[in-house]
């Protein structure tokens, strides 16, 4: 008996200890992706989502292969703070969202993989060598907004012929924005605009900015967005439209809250690339192996409603490459 109840305890704690080492594998191969962005809340599900699509397309799943720890910081100040906070867990990898997180996530540490996503100029930015060849612990998406901020400046030429004066908003606290408006007032020059810039950091300085500028009422309000913008964006169509100012920007939430026209890439994809980075990465891979990405397709969308109360008339030629009409 006492032999047998021996055998019985024996099989009982191999059994255990196998037991604990299959959870210590799944731990293991589970690993944490610790995910910041500065992206607003009703914005984040869509982003999260294409995220795990392209980690999926790398054959990576979700609660068996990794776990998201998704932490949204809305003021870039406090950005480095959270960056640190979130690497004291050791993550597997880090997804940093806009150049300030991203920024903030490189200096922060040089060994733990940075995939980064819509950061509008990399190699400008400091965070890559070169976007073919990264070096470093960090890779990922650019939306190339910089690029873009003459192609905005032409659709506005384009929606309103002979227009000699547009206003522009933009955030001088984000490195990202003044890329772009660097890049803007390059596009100006060439066509022979000029610019009215209104620099504003939080939503009583953007109050303040557009209130100015309503005295002058400019036919179009540029808006460089970033989170700051974004997360306003229906105020600032309201005080838009007191001004009859018609709101043009590189994201089309601004014109589906009452702006008249956006050129923007294609966010759903370049959230799904941002995965498919992380997953390579996950599976072994090296960020300095893995060249920086561009956006391949770009979204041109058009509020007819919104232009017609402000007496726009849509050129057709802007109509016929539109990928989204908001009647």
């Known amino acids: 008996m006492k032999r047998r109840d021996a055998l019985l305890r024996m099989a009982a704690l191999y059994v255990a200890f196998g037991a604990c080492d299959l959870l210590?594998?799944?731990?293991q191969a589970r690993r944490r992706i610790?995910?910041?962005?500065v992206t607003p809340a009703d914005d984040a599900a869509n982003m999260l989502a294409t995220f795990r699509d392209g980690l999926a397309g790398e054959g990576l799943l979700e609660k068996r292969d990794f776990a998201i720890d998704y932490s949204p910081e809305?003021?870039?100040?406090?950005?480095?703070t959270k960056v640190a906070e979130l690497l004291k867990g050791s993550p597997?990898?880090?997804v940093a969202i806009t150049t300030p997180v991203a920024q903030a996530a490189a200096k922060a540490t040089r060994q733990i993989p940075i995939v980064f996503g819509t950061v509008s100029d990399p190699v400008g930015s400091g965070l890559v060598a070169s976007l073919a060849r990264p070096g470093g612990n960090v890779t990922g998406v650019s939306n190339m907004l910089p690029a873009l901020s003459g192609k905005l400046l032409e659709l506005v030429r384009e929606l309103v012929p002979g227009i000699s004066r547009v206003a522009v908003l933009w955030?001088?606290?984000?490195?990202?924005k003044a890329i772009e408006?660097?890049?803007l007032r390059a596009a100006a020059r060439k066509l022979s605009v000029a610019l009215q810039e209104f620099p504003a950091r939080t939503l009583a300085e953007i109050e303040s900015a557009l209130a100015r500028g309503v005295k002058d009422r400019p036919t179009v309000l540029v808006i460089l967005a970033e989170t700051v913008t974004n997360t306003h964006r229906k105020r600032i169509a309201e005080l838009a439209w007191v001004g009859r100012t018609a709101v043009v920007s590189n994201l089309a939430?601004?014109?589906?809250?009452?702006?008249?026209?956006?050129?923007?890439?294609?966010?759903?994809?370049l959230y799904r690339r941002v995965g498919a980075l992380a997953g390579k990465i996950l599976k072994g891979a090296k960020p300095a192996d893995l060249p920086v990405e561009l956006p391949a397709t770009f979204e041109l969308l058009v509020n007819k409603g919104a232009a017609k109360a402000l007496a726009i008339a849509i050129p057709p030629s802007i109509?016929?490459?539109a990928d989204r009409v908001i009647e």
């Open 92 to 94: 597997a990898l880090l």
């Open 171 to 176: 955030n001088p606290d984000n490195p990202a």
């Open 34 to 37: 610790a995910f910041l962005g």
């Open 24 to 27: 210590a594998q799944g731990m």
């Open 253 to 269: 939430t601004h014109t589906e809250a009452g702006g008249v026209l956006s050129y923007q890439p294609d966010y759903s994809a």
């Open 181 to 183: 408006a660097e890049e």
């Open 74 to 80: 809305p003021r870039i100040d406090r950005v480095p």
């Open 319 to 321: 109509l016929l490459r």
